[in-house]
């Protein structure tokens, strides 16, 4: 069995991909800094669920800090899996300042300590966001992304180069994973599934932007995390996209959310977003070559999922802050 360090332990693709790790006998060395992003209850509620498990151990630790990673010292792992972010397309025009030292700077850290210790593997999570406001029907790996519209996009691009040139100095194994719109069970509040799920369960109203067309590639977290692990194998260089393959617009995403709790909701729609991009649709024949990959849940499973884990954590779920 391999040990592995895995950044971003407490966040919601992390902690899944920690679980599937864990669950076929593989030891990880948990990271996070549990920072306030948005409500740190649903990171400590993960970590709970893998601190009691055989074989996680966690550091509380910011990968941003050059000296914070180096303190990690001669840890013998078999591949670094990068999942620490700032994610978040609007809150990164905000602040654009934490979203360089985290998906930057921290990149540059792990790929350096990988460097001087002589780990081989290095897994970069990226994002559909880097293709920009890009017009084509299904978004390809071999695509043009110099072009975001995000400082969030734009700082993903800027890990994926960095990957690029580690990999071409110092032979350094990567793969890099651009995720579409993940959702499920203890999933990211600002995220328009557990908005949603939240709104039509507590009958309150929730918040659209723009009329409801905008599409996204909904992206189940278990599909991911089997993805990300699947990634782990030697690649050289390879930029890979794990998507569901099946856009669907906001105004269905809703329709299904209320078919899953047997309720309706009422709809605000508000302006959309300058850094929203209208649509994403993942190629993922490239997953299927060289991972074997494909997405499992639908959409519909998949949100019922969802809702019964909110179900199951109600009593302390409703009152997240995004």
């Not at 040139?165 to 194994?173: E, I, K, Q, R, V």
């Not at 993940?182 to 600002?190: F, L, M, S």
């Amino acid at each position: 069995m391999a040990s592995y360090l895995l950044t971003g332990a407490a966040g919601f693709i992390g902690a899944r991909t920690a679980e599937l790790l864990l669950e076929a006998g593989h030891s990880v060395l948990g990271v996070d800094d549990v920072n306030d992003a948005y409500d740190p209850r649903v990171k400590r509620h993960r970590l709970a669920k893998l601190t009691a498990r055989a074989g996680f151990r966690f550091l509380e630790l910011d990968v941003s800090k050059r000296a914070a990673v180096e303190e990690l010292g001669d840890e013998r792992v078999d591949a670094v899996l990068n999942l620490a972010a700032r994610a978040g397309v609007r809150a990164s025009v905000e602040n654009p300042w934490v979203y360089v030292d985290t998906n930057v700077t921290g990149t540059l850290n792990l790929l350096e300590w990988c460097r001087a210790h002589g780990v081989r593997k290095f897994v970069l999570a990226s994002t559909s966001s880097v293709y920009g406001g890009s017009d084509a029907s299904v978004f390809r790996e071999d695509q043009e992304t110099s072009r975001p519209i995000s400082p969030y996009a734009a700082t993903k691009k800027a890990a994926e180069v960095l990957c690029h040139t580690w990999h071409a100095l110092h032979g350094l194994d990567v793969s890099i994973l651009r995720y579409f719109t993940v959702y499920g069970p203890a999933g990211r509040p600002d995220m328009s599934v557990f908005r949603f799920v939240r709104g039509v369960r507590e009958g309150e109203p929730i918040t659209i932007y723009g009329d409801g067309s905008m599409a996204r590639d909904f992206t189940f977290v278990d599909d991911v995390a089997r993805g990300t692990i699947a990634a782990l194998r030697p690649l050289g260089y390879e930029i890979v996209n794990l998507g569901g393959e099946k856009p669907t617009s906001v105004n269905e995403l809703v329709a299904t959310v209320e078919s899953a709790l047997g309720r309706k909701v009422e709809r605000r729609f508000a302006p959309p977003h300058p850094a929203d991009v209208p649509r994403t649709a993942a190629s993922i024949d490239k997953a299927r070559r060289l991972l074997g990959w494909e997405p499992r849940v639908s959409l519909a499973e998949g949100v019922a999922r969802a809702a019964a884990w909110y179900e199951a954590e109600r009593s302390w779920a409703k009152d997240v802050v995004a």
